[in-house]
T-cell receptor, first 114, second 113 residues
């Protein structure tokens, strides 16, 4: 049973650049949520995708955007990178919008902005 | 808005019992989840309480009191591998209306021999 996978594992970008992170959900799951986790903090909700639409969005600027594909995989795009965007980006999948209390997380992408 | 409070660090002895408390303030509430995260790893789901009372899953139990806006995670027969960060997370609408998980800052549990 394939779990949640994310790529790349690590990424180093320069301030002002753009980045795309990728996520494949756990087999059988159709809902993908993205989180940002700063060092020593809990994950912060960015947005959630279901049926290829952004269904929910946390308190993040429009520089953060995403997409969900017909196979339920998802991308997170961040434009005009800031130093403060350096964090671990986690993708989590669940079954349907109502299953959001039990989410399966991927290993994350460690983004460093210099 | 939403806020959750947990102790930042807890230390306990192998084989003992430890309780990690979580109090929350939220404008909307559907339930309280608990997640475990080892250093360098991904958060993993432990339990969910939507109703008052105790939920037991093996060595782990979780309790919720909606009237007190309080919950706790109880870990029994502690093992060294239980050393990790534990997050409580509220499921409910935030100030943007997003209905998803809002995580606390986590409790770092250290199990000593």
């Amino acid at each position: 049973d394939a779990g949640v996978t994310q790529s790349p594992t690590h990424l180093i970008k320069t301030r002002g650049q753009q980045v795309t992170l990728r996520c494949s959900p756990k087999s059988g799951h159709d809902t993908v949520s993205w989180y940002q986790q700063a060092l020593g903090q809990g994950p912060q909700f960015i947005f959630q995708y279901y049926e290829e639409e952004e269904r929910q969005r946390g308190n993040f600027p429009d520089r953060f955007s995403g997409h969900q594909f017909p196979n339920y995989s998802s991308e997170l795009n961040v434009n005009a990178l800031l130093l403060g965007d350096s964090a671990l980006y986690l993708c989590a999948s669940s079954l349907g919008l109502a299953g959001g209390y039990e989410q399966y997380f991927g290993p994350g992408t460690r983004l460093t902005v210099t | 808005g939403q806020s959750l409070e947990q102790p930042s660090e807890v230390t306990a002895v192998e084989g003992a019992i430890v309780q990690i408390n979580c109090t929350y303030q939220t404008s909307g509430f559907y339930g309280l989840s608990w997640y475990q995260q080892h250093d360098g790893g991904a958060p993993t789901f432990l339990s969910y309480n939507a109703l008052d009372g105790l939920e037991e899953t093996g060595r782990f139990s979780s309790f919720l009191s909606r009237s007190d806006s309080y919950g706790y995670l109880l870990l029994q027969e502690l093992q060294m591998k239980d050393s990790a960060s534990y997050f409580c997370a509220v499921r409910g609408p935030d100030q943007t209306g997003a209905n998803n998980l809002f995580f606390g800052t986590g409790t770092r549990l250290t199990v000593i021999p």
